[in-house]
C-alpha cells in the first residue's frame, strides 16, 4: 500500500473511529471539513503566540532571540530559535524573511569566536561569554546545526540557514581533535555524535561533498568497530545515535554501496537488541535499554525518534523488516495506559516530543489508532484547543510545544499554506484515492490569499533520492512536481490545468465571510508521468 493511498484508508478508519463526521467512512470533503476545524485552531494561536509572545522576546540591542532570557546554542539557538523559525515560515513569512533572519545575521555577527564557530551571548557584558570549555563549545554548536538550523533548512531549503549549518560543520571539523583509527572526530560525546550523523548525510546530499560522507563513516567505524556497542540511552541527550546511523546508513546504499553493506549487519544487531531489550510489551522504548529504575525505567518520549532510523533501515533495503513492528506499536497506543501518559514526568515537552515521533511514523505507516491518540494527546496537553485563550511561552519545553502543533496542523492541511493566514481562518485536505487531495477551506471573515502547495523537498532542497525518514524535519504529505500538471476545480466549477510550479507558488483561492471553499486538486491523467 503506498503512503497516499494509505492516508486514505488511515482517515475513514479514523473518522469511523470516532472523529466529527457520521457514516461508515465519509466523503473526501468531511474529512477535509474536519481536518480544517484542527488546524485551523492550531494555526490561529501560532499566529498569535508569533506576534503577541515570541516576536517580542527579540532583544532589541543585540537583535537576539531572548526566548529564555539567554542565548546559548545548546537551547535558545537549537530549541527555541528554529520553531520560531517555523511557525513564521507557516503563518507569517515576512516575519521569516525581517527579524525573525536578521536573528541569524545578528548571532554570527556577534557570537563567532573559533572561525565560525559561535559561544554564547553575555548579556551582562555585551560580549561573547569567555567561560564556555571546549567540548562545551562542540556541544552547543552541534546542537545548534542538528536541532535548529537543520529543522529550519528542511523548511527554506539552500538558503541563509543552510550557509551557517555548513560553514560551522565545516570548522567543526577543521578543528576536530579526537583521534580514532579511521582519523579525527570532534567529540567522544554520544549525543554529538549524534547529531553528526544526522547532519552530515543532509549535508552530503545538498552539496555533492564526500567529505562529509567521510567524516561520518569516522564517527560510524567509530562505535560499529566494537562488536558490542549498543547505544544505552533511549532517550534525548543519547539517542540521537540511533537515527543517525539509520540516515547514514540509507544515503550510503546509493552513494557508497560497499560501506553500507559491511555495516548493515552491525546496524541491525543494534536494531535488534534494542528491540529485545529496551521495549516494554507493546514495543515502546524506555529510558534506558536495560535498566529499570527510577527514571531510567520511565517510557522514553523518544520512542518515535529511534523508530525513524528503523523505517530508513527498511526503505534503504526495499523489506519491511521492521515495519510491522512500528505498525504494531502506533496501534497499541489505543490502550489505556497511553491515554495522558506522564511523558518526562508530566511536562509540555514529553507530550510534544512523543507525539513529534509518532507523527514522523504516521507519515510512513498510518495506523488509525495511533491518529486518534496523536489528535487526543496534542487537543489535551499541547495545543490545548478547548482553551483558546492559552498560548505558549517561549522557552525551550513551550517552544517544542510550537512545533509539534505546526507538525500535527500540516498533518491536517496535507502540508499545505495558507498565505496570508488570518485569525478565524479554517483549511484542512484529506488525500483522494487514486491521487491527489480534496481541501476546504473556511473563514470567519472574508479572506482572500493563495495555497501554497508543498514540494518534494527531500529531493529538490536536501538532494536525497529516497524520502528517507528522519528526524527535524516538516514530513512531506501531498507534494506537486514542479514540472507536472494538476487539475484543479473549485466548488464543483470547471477544470483548470496548473503546473506544479505554479501550484508551489500559490493558487488562488477567495472565501466570503461564514462560508466555505471547496477544492479539488488531482494530478492531470492526460500527462502524468510514470
Known amino acids: 500500500m503506498n503512503r497516499r493511498m494509505g492516508w486514505v484508508v488511515l482517515v475513514a478508519a479514523l473518522l469511523h473511529l470516532g472523529a466529527s463526521v457520521q457514516g461508515e467512512e465519509g466523503p473526501a470533503l468531511a474529512r477535509a471539513q474536519h481536518s480544517a476545524t484542527v488546524a485551523g485552531a492550531s494555526l490561529s494561536k501560532v499566529h498569535r503566540w508569533l506576534h503577541e509572545v515570541a516576536l517580542k522576546r527579540i532583544d532589541p540591542a543585540t537583535g537576539l532571540y531572548r526566548a529564555d532570557e539567554k542565548w546559548n546554542y545548546r537551547d535558545t539557538a537549537a530549541d527555541c530559535y528554529p520553531f520560531l523559525a517555523w511557525a513564521a515560515f507557516v503563518v507569517d513569512k515576512d516575519a521569516l524573511n525581517g527579524p525573525v533572519r536578521e536573528i541569524l545575521h545578528r548571532e554570527a555577527a556577534l557570537c563567532n569566536t573559533i572561525d565560525r564557530i559561535p559561544v554564547p551571548w553575555d548579556f551582562e557584558n555585551d560580549a561573547p561569554a569567555t567561560d564556555t570549555a571546549p567540548d562545551e563549545i562542540v556541544f552547543q554548536a552541534s546542537e545548534y546545526v542538528k536541532d535548529g538550523l537543520a529543522a529550519i533548512v528542511e523548511a527554506t531549503g539552500p538558503d541563509e540557514w543552510f550557509d551557517r549549518m555548513r560553514g560551522i560543520v565545516d570548522d567543526l571539523w577543521k578543528h576536530a581533535a579526537i583521534d580514532t583509527p579511521a582519523g579525527k572526530i570532534c567529540s567522544e560525546n554520544l549525543e554529538v555524535n549524534g547529531d553528526h550523523l544526522l547532519v552530515l548525510p543532509r549535508l552530503y ?11 561520518a563513516d569516522r564517527i560510524s567505524d567509530y562505535y560499529l568497530s566494537d562488536p558490542g556497542f549498543l547505544p544505552p540511552r533511549l532517550r534525548d541527550h543519547g539517542c540521537e545515535i540511533i537515527g543517525g546511523l539509520g540516515l547514514l546508513h540509507a544515503v550510503e546504499v546509493t552513494a557508497r554501496p560497499e560501506e553500507a553493506a559491511a555495516r548493515a549487519p552491525h546496524l541491525k544487531r543494534i536494531y535488534d537488541a534494542i528491540l529485545a531489550q529496551g521495549c ?22 523518544g520512542w518515535g525518534y529511534n523508530y525513524v532510523g528503523y523505517l530508513c533501515y527498511d526503505l534503504a533495503t526495499n523489506a519491511s523488516t521492521y515495519a510491522p513492528a512500528v505498525r504494531r506499536t502506533l496501534g497499541n497506543l489505543a490502550k489505556p495506559l497511553y491515554r495522558d501518559y506522564p511523558w518526562e514526568r508530566d511536562n509540555i515537552d514529553g507530550w510534544a516530543d512523543s507525539i513529534e515521533g509518532a507523527i514522523y511514523l504516521l507519515n510512513r505507516v498510518p495506523v488509525a489508532e495511533g491518529a486518534v491518540w496523536v489528535d487526543q494527546e496534542m487537543a489535551s496537553h499541547v495545543a490545548r484547543t478547548a482553551e483558546p485563550e492559552h498560548l505558549w511561552g517561549t522557552m525551550k519545553l513551550e517552544s517544542n510545544g510550537v512545533r509539534t502543533t505546526l507538525l500535527h496542523a ?15 481562518l479554517e483549511l ?7 491521487g491527489g487531495v480534496q481541501i476546504a477551506v473556511r473563514s470567519a471573515q472574508p479572506y482572500s490569499g493563495h495555497l501554497e502547495f508543498d514540494l518534494p523537498r527531500h529531493r529538490l532542497y536536501i538532494g536525497f533520492e529516497k524520502d528517507w525518514p528522519r528526524i527535524n524535519t516538516l514530513p512531506e504529505w501531498f507534494t ?10 473549485m466548488n464543483g466549477g470547471a477544470l483548470r490545468l496548473f503546473t506544479g510550479a505554479q501550484l ?7 472565501v466570503a465571510a461564514g462560508e466555505e471553499t471547496a477544492v479539488v486538486v488531482r494530478p492531470d491523467p492526460l500527462l502524468a508521468q510514470e
Open 504 to 510: 508551489h507558488h500559490g493558487l488562488a483561492v477567495k
Open 410 to 424: 500540516l498533518m491536517h492541511t496535507q502540508g499545505l499554506i495558507a498565505r496570508p493566514w488570518q485569525q478565524g
Open 205 to 215: 546530499g545538498m552539496t555533492g561533498d564526500t567529505r562529509y560522507l567521510d567524516w
Open 280 to 301: 516494554n510489551e507493546d514495543g515502546i522504548m524506555y529510558n534506558h535499554l536495560t535498566k529499570r529504575d527510577g527514571n531510567d525505567g520511565m517510557l522514553s518520549d
Open 428 to 434: 484542512g485536505a484529506a488525500p483522494l484515492e487514486g
Open 480 to 489: 506537486v512536481d514542479p514540472g507536472r500538471s494538476y487539475t484543479v476545480q
